[in-house]
């Protein structure tokens, strides 16, 4: 096994029914060397109801045709799988989007781990257990198509909410115990939960580091949401929020978490700019570029 699979970029994030922007993405891809392109499936109107639309489906693979990559695929954001009084519909679209994912043949399938109002720690590890035995079931889904079900670490976005520390969400993948569930470390999302729950980012994120499959990368300050700003510009002057930054923008310890941390084997690293960071696409990628030669170099000496 290597111990980078390869890398890539996700897809814009914007609403794209029509496959236009995918298939500019696409290209984009292909002058610039990455090997996966991960498909942004909340923003393409690929499911209905809990069901996948064939003639959606049927059109998102004649996009896919005639390029030279491969792909993972970022499952619905609103999908919460701690949110137990809507289970049923949450795992209707899980199942779903296995299924998008199976049918155009992609790697990893990432899904946020859950979020509830912080209640009381009975009704918290209640909601753990209902996820667990979600999580598993589409791992069983998963399996026969070759397909990882990666969990992404998320930060709490309510005041009185809970969501999982990197370190509780490793520990939650290890006692699901299916070789089709691992991580998606997504080191600013860590970043910022930490510093909310007052926990220590490096270390938390090791932990997490150890059964990630998948990468998110991008830059931030770390800082969660303080206090009322106007846009996307005032945020980033301020230095705060999940801001999606190019690499060297923000000020996450990439060079220090390349070198210390191991994760799984064939691991993806996957680059997530929003669209009006676009312009910083072909930097960042040299700038990840840059990460993974740091991180093979560390992981062939140790």
């Known amino acids: 096994m290597e111990a980078v699979l390869g890398a890539g970029f996700s897809s814009t994030v914007l609403e794209d029914p029509n496959f236009d922007v995918l298939r500019r993405n696409l290209d984009e ?7 996966f392109v991960e498909l942004s499936l909340f923003a393409m109107d690929l499911i209905a109801g809990g ?5 959606q489906l049927r059109r998102l693979k004649e996009a896919l045709a005639g390029h030279d990559l491969r792909y993972t695929v970022h499952g619905p954001i609103a999908i919460n799988l701690m949110q137990v009084q809507h289970l049923k519909r949450h795992l209707a679209v899980a ?3 296995v299924e998008v994912a199976a049918e155009i043949g992609a790697l990893h399938l990432i899904l946020h781990t859950g979020h509830l109002p912080a209640r009381n720690k009975a009704a918290i590890e209640d909601a753990y257990a209902h996820q667990r035995d979600a999580l598993a079931s589409l791992g069983q889904l998963a399996a026969p198509h070759a397909l990882i079900i990666a969990v992404e670490n998320v930060f709490m976005i309510e005041p009185d909410s809970h969501t999982a520390l990197p370190s509780r969400l490793a520990r939650e993948i290890e006692a699901i115990n299916h070789p089709n569930v ?3 470390l ?3 999302h860590g970043a910022i939960n930490c510093s909310t729950q007052g926990a220590d980012f490096l270390s938390e994120a090791k932990e997490l580091a ?6 998110h990368i991008h830059d931030s300050f770390g800082d969660p949401l303080q206090f009322r700003t106007v846009n996307r510009s005032e945020r980033l002057a301020f230095g705060l929020g999940d801001l999606h930054l190019p690499l060297g923008w923000g000020t996450l310890p990439w060079q220090e978490m390349m070198s210390q941390f191991a994760f799984e084997p064939n691991v993806i690293f996957n680059l997530e700019l929003p669209a009006p960071y676009w312009f910083a696409l072909e930097e960042s990628l040299g700038a990840m ?3 993974i030669e740091t991180y093979q170099t560390g992981r062939s000496n140790a």
Request: hydrophobic share 45%.
């Open 29 to 35: 891809a292909a002058e610039l060397g990455v090997e």
């Open 289 to 291: 570029r840059r990460l």
């Open 186 to 188: 997504d080191f600013s």
């Open 51 to 55: 069901r996948v639309i064939p003639s």
């Open 95 to 97: 199942r779903a989007t």
């Open 210 to 215: 150890r059964v990630a499959k998948h990468l």
């Open 182 to 184: 691992r991580a998606c």
